[in-house]
């Protein structure tokens, strides 16, 4: 049965572990929140990808590992019984993904809808790799955007997805000499549309906080907009180090009341959805 989630709790939609691209276990994450105060957390490292993006298996639960994944994450609920610890995925969106997450993300409770990948998946690139910015020095930042509002709205279309995750992850780089040029509030305004007529919620992330972006995912603009035609939203921190866990849940709380938010959605463990009040 669910706790009683009294209003503001400390609610976290959006954790990895080293099991994907992040570095605690689950239950170092499970500790990270209680002390934090969380009463809800939920577990989302990357889903399996086609090997084409991600040979390696660096940033993903590789299918070989999808079975003790599920064990870990229920070692570490059983063990905080005061804890909701909720499983779900990240999942990144690209052509024809959606029988690969049905197979691969099943018993998940959460699914967080993702775009990382632009282009095909036999020829793409990831667009927030720290290591590789070709495709920002090929296209430049403002066809980057281009390109993302584009698949960004093709993944709103996914059923799947509970979440749109980080929605203006274009940002990314802003800072680092490849802010955009043209007026994104055409873009923007798609992406409210799309989220709004698919019936999604969005991400307000901390995480452009400690990615030297300089505001949340999404910027105030964006969240404005969203505000204002009724996307609904829920918070996370997408931290991959305990000690992200839960960061800056609080003070996005105040962020989103002050753009008019009553409410964020939380996820139960009974599968239902709840409007918390923050303000």
Known sequence: MPIALPPRSIVDTHTHTHFSDGVG????????????????????????????????GEVQV????????????????????????????ECDWYEGCEDNIVRWSAGAQVRLGSVHWLGPQDGGAWIDDTSDRHIWEELGADEVWRRYCETW???????LFDIMAHPDLAMRFANDGFAPTIDLAPLWDEMVACARDTGKRVELSTAGWRKGVG?????????????????????????????DICDG????YDHAARIGYRTVEVPRADGSWEAMPIA
């Not at 276990?25 to 991600?54: C, K, W, Y």
């Not at 590789?62 to 779900?88: F, I, K, M, N, S």
């Not at 505001?215 to 204002?228: I, M, S, V």
């Not at 849940?249 to 996005?252: E, N, R």
């Open 215 to 243: 505001d949340y995912y999404p910027a105030e603009g964006l969240l404005e907009r969203f505000f204002q035609a009724g996307v609904p939203i829920s918070v996370g921190s997408d931290g991959h180090v305990p000690g």
């Open 62 to 89: 590789t299918t070989d590992e999808l079975a003790a994944h599920r064990a870990a994450w229920e070692a570490a609920r059983d063990a905080h019984p005061d804890l909701e610890y909720l499983y779900g995925f």
């Open 153 to 159: 709205c093709a993944a709103c279309s996914c059923p």
């Open 25 to 56: 276990t689950f239950e170092q994450n499970a500790e990270a929140a209680r002390a934090a105060g969380a009463r809800v957390i939920v577990s989302t490292d990357h889903l399996t990808l086609p090997r084409i993006m991600d040979p390696e």
């Open 249 to 252: 849940i609080a003070a996005a």
